[in-house]
C-alpha cells in the first residue's frame, strides 16, 4: 500500500511534463485560483499571495509543457505569449491587489484574470476546457 502510494504521487509529478499542455496541470491550476479567491475573501493575504504564486505555477508548467497547441483554425501556435499576457497583465495586477489587501481591486482582479484563462481556451479552440466562475 505505501509502495502503491509513493508510486501515484510519483506519476502525479511526471504527468505536468507530458507532451500535451495537461489537464492535471491545468485543474491544479483552477483550484489553487479558487483557493486563492477564498483565503482573498477570508483577509488571509498574505497566503493568498502565496497561493497565487501556485496558481501561477501551475499554469507555466502545463505550459511548458507544450508550448505549441493546434489552434481553432489547425494552425500551430506558441501558446507562450499567451502565457506571457496572463502573467504580465491580470495575474501581475491580481497579486498588486493582494499586496495591497484591496478587496475590491482584488474582485475584479480575479474576474479579468478568470477572462484571460478562457481567452486561452477560445484562441486553442477549446470551449471545452471550462472555467469556474469567481464565487
Ligand atoms: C496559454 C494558454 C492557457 C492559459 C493561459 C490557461 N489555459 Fe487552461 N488549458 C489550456 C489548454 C491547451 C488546455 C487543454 C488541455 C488538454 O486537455 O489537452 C486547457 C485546459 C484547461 C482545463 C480543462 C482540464 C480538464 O481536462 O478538465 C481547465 C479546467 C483549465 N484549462 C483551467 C485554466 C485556468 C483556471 C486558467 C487560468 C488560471 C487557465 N486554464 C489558463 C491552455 C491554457
Do not use: Y
Not at 501556435?77 to 475590491?104: H, I, M, Y
Request: charged content about 20%.
Amino acid at each position: 500500500m505505501k509502495r502503491l502510494l509513493v508510486i501515484l504521487s510519483a506519476f502525479s509529478l511526471a504527468s505536468c511534463a507530458m507532451m500535451n499542455i495537461n489537464s492535471h496541470c491545468m485543474k491544479a491550476a483552477q483550484r489553487k485560483m479558487l483557493d486563492t479567491r477564498k483565503l482573498q475573501q477570508a483577509g488571509q493575504w498574505d497566503e493568498s499571495l502565496a497561493m497565487a504564486e501556485r496558481m501561477r505555477s501551475s499554469v507555466s508548467k502545463s505550459v511548458a509543457s507544450a508550448p505549441n497547441q493546434k489552434s481553432a483554425a489547425g494552425m500551430l501556435v506558441d501558446t507562450r505569449p499567451l502565457l506571457a499576457a496572463w502573467e504580465n497583465g491580470p495575474f501581475a495586477e491580481l497579486k498588486t491587489a493582494l499586496q495591497k489587501r484591496d478587496a475590491s481591486r482584488s474582485t475584479a482582479a480575479f474576474a479579468s484574470l478568470r477572462q484571460q484563462c478562457v481567452n486561452c481556451h477560445t484562441v486553442l479552440g477549446k470551449p471545452q476546457a471550462q472555467v469556474s466562475e469567481i464565487p
